[in-house]
């Protein structure tokens, strides 16, 4: 994790602004037919599996994970021909690394997922925090694409808390969290549902 100055692109901010231009499958324009269950599932830890078995092979997630999408609560891989329902656990990503770049009001959080995509933390990419109704154990989210979100994984998250600040103005003064390109990102439960 690494803090640069704001005048100087980070390798991470330099992957997300390259990643804005990058050309995707026009998965909203394809009709599939009808969904049929498939047996894939992503762990909680952003592993995906078929058939009970790990994939492996880092470039065939990453080719998948470009076909997902996310329709209500359901989530499928798609084609021009096909519609595929996978079972995910939390997420169907896992930020598993973040960059800061600058400070203050201008800084930015950009951050990669274990399937390389790299956003930088605002308007659209949110972070927001969940707690477990027993444990109250954080579940810190971003945003991704499509309503598709990354789990923020522990070591991100600490990370993350320690750059932690109280809110900016006349917002609650217990409410602590994070800046990230002009937005104000709250670290506790926020009650929203995204999911």
């Known amino acids: 994790m690494t803090n640069r100055d704001h005048n100087q692109l980070g390798p991470l901010e330099a992957l997300a602004l390259q990643a804005k231009h990058e050309k995707r499958p026009p998965l909203s324009s394809w009709s599939s037919g009808v969904a049929r269950d498939f047996p894939l599932r992503i762990s909680r830890d952003g592993r995906w599996h078929y058939l009970g ?19 209500g609560d359901e989530f499928f891989l798609v084609s021009p021909e096909e519609k595929l329902r996978i079972e995910i656990e939390d997420a169907p990503f896992l930020a598993v690394e973040m960059e800061q770049i600058g400070s203050g009001d201008r800084q930015k959080l950009v951050f990669r997922t274990n399937v390389d995509d790299v956003v930088i933390a605002g308007v659209d990419h949110k972070i927001w925090v969940n707690e477990h109704p027993k444990t109250q154990a954080p579940s810190p989210y971003i945003e991704i694409r499509d309503g598709l979100h990354a789990l923020i994984s522990r070591t991100v998250f600490y990370d993350l808390a320690e750059r932690a600040i109280g809110a900016p103005g006349d917002a609650e003064k217990d409410l602590c969290g994070v800046m990230s390109d002009g937005y104000f990102f709250s670290l506790i439960e926020n009650r929203d549902d995204r999911a």
């Open 53 to 71: 078995s790990p994939i492996e092979r880092a470039s065939l997630v990453k080719l998948l994970s470009r076909v997902l999408v996310r329709e």
